[in-house]
Nanobody, 123 residues
Framework: QVQLVQSGGGLVQAGGSLRLSCTLS????????VGWFRQAPGKEREFVAY????????YYGDSVKGRFTFSRDTRKNTLYLQMNSLKPEDTAVYYCAAHSRGTYYLASAYDYWGQGTQVTVSS
């Protein structure tokens, strides 16, 4: 089993920044990468970013490309999503998840999810 514990998030004005954290525990054999998704009220879960478990390959959704950065601290087994130039449309509950199979930008490819954290961007 893989467990993901999230922290960070909150309320920020448009143009501001926030950093989300996601700490993983459990055997690394259960996943080969970590993704971030977000879900706004009444909308489907949207792919935000993905990083491979080994190496530094990262991928971003079109709506956040150039503004969000995915990084990790291997010693702490913690991943970070740095969010800059935030917009009101970034408001959502953000989830990190461990990828185990299939296409990385599809939520169905993830078996383990964090508890979610609210990000609210005011205009």
């Amino acid at each position: 089993q893989v467990q993901l514990v999230q922290s960070g998030g909150g309320l920020v004005q448009a143009g501001g920044s926030l950093r989300l954290s996601c700490t993983l525990s459990g055997p690394p054999l259960f996943y080969d990468g970590v993704g971030w998704f977000r879900q706004a009220p009444g909308k489907e879960r949207e792919f935000v970013a993905y990083i491979t478990r080994v190496g530094v390959d990262t991928y971003y959704g079109d709506s956040v490309k150039g503004r969000f950065t995915f990084s990790r601290d291997t010693r702490k087994n913690t991943l970070y999503l740095q969010m800059n130039s935030l917009k009101p449309e970034d408001t959502a509950v953000y989830y990190c998840a461990a990828h185990s199979r299939g296409t990385y930008y599809l939520a169905s490819a993830y078996d383990y999810w964090g508890q979610g954290t609210q990000v609210t961007v005011s205009s």
